[in-house]
């Protein structure tokens, strides 16, 4: 079976995906990987991928089906849907805010010309502030936001066309 | 006077911290919490533990009248402020001992003579201390600060009299530059700080952030506990600490030490204190600031010297001599401190958040995980993203070196994404492992810190990992949490 996977926003895909009882195998670039599990403890495990064994953990899986996963002292977010990660910022024409926070201060207004890099509003989360900028020349469309609310992380907070 | 109860005005990993040593010393401990940090490990293994309520920071851990309230209440003769929050707050300070307690500090004169870095280093100007070039004065017109900017000549470093960790903030490279960044001085400094008072500084190239752990007692002695290099920093904030500071001559070092212990002396200094120094390339070192508390980085001291510094400050406090002579106070190995924060390194270190799944257990020797967190316990917005600080002795550099990265593998901090393996990365830079440090050493070496790319086996593994974990549904979701013996153990708090 085929299978793919998101490994740090990254599409990954896989072939003659199987997976029984205690081993995975599969296909990936070419080459074939078999791997055992050894012992489990909670989020915590030990794989052994015949050639030796390596300590893993596995995070609770979130909501939109984001997982963290260590193995072999790598880390990186993965999903098994294959569907792109949502990354803030990556929306067309839209600004996301990077993180929860609070609106401290909207510099521009709609309608107003901005460069690229130019700070468009500031959010204030973890104590600190952090400018939303601009990413590219252009039009402030709109801002969705006012000053003293809050904002979760991933929301569009303007739009610059 | 024997101290009996303390009450911690502080929380997370520091508020731990001085539980511990207070236990070691038959103390009985008082902790409080906001409403949101009720389920964190300061407020469930203290002896006697308080809610401050929810809102602000106003409503709770920065509450001078609740927490002198409380102290009263359950009977505590002293309060430990940890660092940040109210450690540094003369009025708080006045207010404690006007209450007849104790307070597990400096006295509030030297709050005020160090918290205003203009006063300071005037002040210090007659203890013949380096002090910088730089414009000092209270005449704060943007018309002054230029003309003296311009005077020291570039580059130079706007800092907001009253400020800290980086805000209130700018270097100045030219003239172009200049004014936008002595009004975002002000404008930082008053939001912040309640203060636009702002001083200029010549900014020196390439320089170590050197600093002396001090800790003086009522009797007239005044003890350093030699040296740290604290010079890996981003956004201005310690990442990685260490004690002793390579590539230093055991002259330079005592002259460093000696320095700072004259500044304590000549302010008739209290209890912990830490001055902080900016190290030129040539090894001329200037007065930065004072710090008149409990420093983040205290232990990689505590791991090298073997003294306990919680506990001298609770002798200090109780009116006792410090334990030690000078002379008795030695350097043993090397330590370094890995500060664990919750934020994306490679998105612009910019903070996260979620549930810690499982943190992990450091398994070497002399290895000490300082941390405010337990599994399945919530990283949240309202605080320092300072998750916690992994200690590590070795008995030399190279150890402690490849000691501190085999531990960050062992504490995952799984499910919050944290600096871990940043750390990793800044740790294992030749240059660090040279010793060749300073304060710009994280974005001089943007680019060689980024993360390597994962090879194919590595994706191979992960996947695999994942396979085995989502097959069993019973990790996913709150199942594992509320079998947790420490979750469940908040049930009886509540």
């Known amino acids: 079976m085929d299978k793919s996977f998101t490994i740090n926003g990254k599409e990954i895909k896989v072939q003659d995906f199987k997976h029984q009882h205690d081993t995975v195998t599969f296909s990936f670039e070419g080459k074939t990987y078999f791997y055992s599990l050894i012992s489990r403890d909670g989020h915590e495990m030990i794989l052994d991928d015949k050639g030796g064994r390596f300590r893993a953990a596995v995070g609770t899986t979130s909501r939109d089906g984001e997982t963290m996963v260590i193995a072999g002292g790598n880390e990186a977010i993965l999903s098994d849907s294959g569907k792109k990660m949502k990354k803030a910022g990556a929306h067309a024409g839209g600004l996301a805010s990077p993180m929860p926070g609070k609106i401290f201060k909207v510099l521009k207004e709609a309608g107003a010309e901005v460069k690229k890099g130019e700070a468009i509003l500031i959010l204030e989360a973890m104590k600190m502030e952090h400018s939303i900028r601009s990413d590219k020349d252009g039009k402030v469309k709109k801002i969705f936001f006012q000053v003293g609310q809050l904002v979760q992380g991933g929301v569009i907070l303007a739009e610059v066309e | ?494």
């Open chain 2, 1 to 494: 006077m024997n101290i009996k109860k303390i009450l911690v005005a502080n929380r997370g990993e520091i508020a731990l911290r001085v539980l511990k040593t207070a236990k070691e010393m038959g103390i009985k401990v008082v902790t409080v919490f906001a409403e949101d940090d009720k389920h964190l490990p300061h407020a469930l293994f203290a002896d006697e533990s308080y809610s401050l309520g929810t809102g602000a920071l106003s409503d709770t851990y920065l509450n001078k009248t609740k927490l002198i309230d409380i102290t009263k209440r359950c009977g505590a003769d002293a309060i430990h402020p940890g660092y940040g929050f109210l450690s540094e707050n003369e009025e708080f300070a006045r207010m404690v001992e006007k209450a007849g307690i104790i307070f597990i500090g400096p006295t509030p004169e030297s709050i005020v003579l160090m918290g205003d870095k203009i006063g300071s280093k005037k002040a210090l100007e007659k203890i013949n201390v380096p002090l910088t070039p730089g414009y000092h004065g209270d005449d704060q017109s943007e018309e002054t600060l230029m003309k003296e900017a311009k005077k020291i000549g570039y580059p130079i470093l706007i800092k907001a009299s009253a400020g800290g960790g980086g805000k209130g903030m700018r270097i100045v490279h030219e003239d172009s530059e200049l004014l936008e960044s002595i009004l975002g001085a002000k404008s930082e400094g008053l939001k912040s700080f309640s203060s636009d008072k702002v001083l200029i500084e010549k900014y020196v190239l390439n320089p170590r952030h050197i600093e002396v752990q001090l800790m003086s007692d009522t009797h007239g002695n005044h003890l350093h506990f030699f040296e740290r290099e604290c010079s890996i920093q981003r956004r201005y904030q310690k990442v990685v600490e260490e004690t002793p500071a390579p590539n230093m001559s055991q002259e330079l070092r005592l002259k460093i030490c000696e320095t700072a212990v004259e500044i304590a002396r000549g302010i008739n200094y209290r209890g912990a204190g830490t001055v902080e120094f900016i190290m030129a390339q040539d090894g001329n070192y200037y007065f930065m600031e004072m710090n008149t508390r409990l420093q983040v980085e205290h232990p990689v001291t505590e791991m090298v010297t073997g003294a306990d510094l919680v506990k001298c400050q609770i002798l200090v406090a109780q009116g006792d001599k410090l334990p030690m002579k000078q002379e008795d106070i030695k350097q043993k190995g090397q330590a370094i401190e890995c500060r664990i924060y919750a934020e994306d390194p490679d998105n612009n270190f910019m903070p996260t958040i979620g549930r810690i799944d499982t943190i992990g257990v450091p398994t070497l020797r002399d290895v000490r995980l300082d941390c405010g967190f337990l599994d399945g316990t919530e990283v949240g917005v309202n605080y320092d993203p300072m998750l916690a600080k992994l200690v590590v002795w070795g008995e030399n550099r190279e150890l402690a070196i490849s000691k501190s990265i085999h531990s960050l593998d062992e504490v995952l901090f799984l499910g919050v994404k944290t600096n871990r393996d940043y750390l990793k990365r800044i740790l294992g830079h030749n240059d660090f492992v040279a010793g060749h440090t300073h304060t710009h050493f994280i974005p001089d070496h943007k680019s060689e810190l980024e993360p390597k790319a994962l090879s194919n086996d590595n994706i191979a593994s992960l996947i695999a990992a994942l396979s085995f974990s989502s097959k069993k549904k019973v990790f996913i979701g709150s199942s594992e949490t509320l079998s947790n013996p420490w979750t469940s153990l908040t049930g009886f708090r509540n």
